[in-house]
């Protein structure tokens, strides 16, 4: 949406009252249409889910249909394992009950989330070349994967035949590859005693949840680290990686790695400085201007931010003369509002030709424990991005920084 767009649905709202489902008129969630099926088989149970379905649907009217799926085969082939089940644009959202009325709107008005990686954040991904940034990376994944029910992958991408820690006694690639499948086992296991758990992460092939404990995945790739992690990507809610590296990678790493990795990856990514100590998140950061003012990216903020009872800062970055800025105010509120938040949101402008030296200066005296960025073609992540720019941002600062994706973070888009 450009600026016309959005200084048009300013004057809009003036005169129309926005229902709490629907988007700021002229978005371009308006013109989403949404599918909501009701899979049962006629019994009381699936009419009363029915019938509350329509009643919420009065409350927050959208744009879309409703089917009700009664064929046997229909739904053991939708996934449901009980009835009666809800499903909006082919999630599952309840099964086996009857929501109430309520419950019923707020899911409805919180359908996107369901398909945010961010949101539902199943598995998580961690790059290791077994530095100590790679260990306070998964430091953080692990503190994550807890509160969330995740389960973490630990990948080494090996880009040259000695790239690793040690090499294998024998020079053979099978035998030097069994060598870092074993440190990389080994470092799943070791490093979370420095941490103190009460039990320690099961290493296992497959993922999944284990006993509350995050279960851990390890896998060692040939391969260039930044192509790799790109790959891997889509199969993941998350991708967390350490701000420094070791060996051959350090050197290239701000200006090839992880600059790339976090603005070509197909899911969010949290890029955690070697300083960083985890402390959950308190205070979040979410750098904007107009063009990332985007709903569905501040509800998913929003929504993680109230796993950690966050207060929520919405710092939006432009040049000191710049206008209209009580409209960007006014559609985040909107945004905001839709959202559900636990607390009420913090707004601030920043200007001045140094970005970075600013918000790190705000950050400093809110006592921000994380930057949230969300990447588009144009605007401040990439000047961000820039080589000087992301060393000042990440290696000079202790606060990790969330990168999350115009379009790219929701799951038809990186399903695997």
Known sequence: MNFLQKSDAYSKLKETEVSPLQPVPGSQR???????????????????????????????????????????????????????????????????????????????????????????????????????????????????????????????????????????????????????????????????KKWNLPGQPKIDPGPGQNSGMPRVRTKVIFGAPEEVLESLSTKFDLLVMGATGKGNLAARLFGTVSAWVSQNAHCPVLIVPHAAVWNGFRNILYASNFESNDPDKIQQVAAFAQQYDAQMHFVHVGPPAEKDLAVERMLFEIHYKFSEAGKPFIFEKITGDNLVDNLHEYAFRHKNDLFVFVTHHRGIWQSLMHPSATKKMLLHTDTPVLVMHQGNDMEDQGAG
């Open 30 to 192: 308006a013109q989403t249409m949404t599918t909501i099926q009701i899979f049962g088989i006629g019994d009381a149970k699936t009419r009363a889910l029915r019938d509350n379905v329509a009643a919420a649907l009065r409350l927050c009217p959208l744009i879309g249909k409703v089917e009700e799926v009664t064929e046997v085969n229909q739904i053991t082939a939708s996934g449901v394992s009980q009835t009666p089940a809800l499903v909006v644009d082919g999630q599952i959202i309840s099964e086996g009950e009857v929501p109430s009325v309520a419950d019923l709107t707020r899911m409805l008005r919180r359908r996107s989330l369901y398909r945010a990686k961010l949101y539902r954040l199943r598995r998580i991904l961690v790059p290791v070349d077994f530095s100590p940034s790679s260990e306070n990376a998964y430091h953080f994944a692990w503190q994550l994967a807890e509160r969330f029910g995740s389960s973490i992958e630990l990948v080494h991408a090996m880009s040259d035949l000695f790239d690793g820690a040690r090499a294998s006694s024998s020079g053979f690639l099978s035998n030097y590859l069994n060598t870092l499948r074993e440190e990389l086992d080994a470092f799943a296991r070791e490093t979370p």
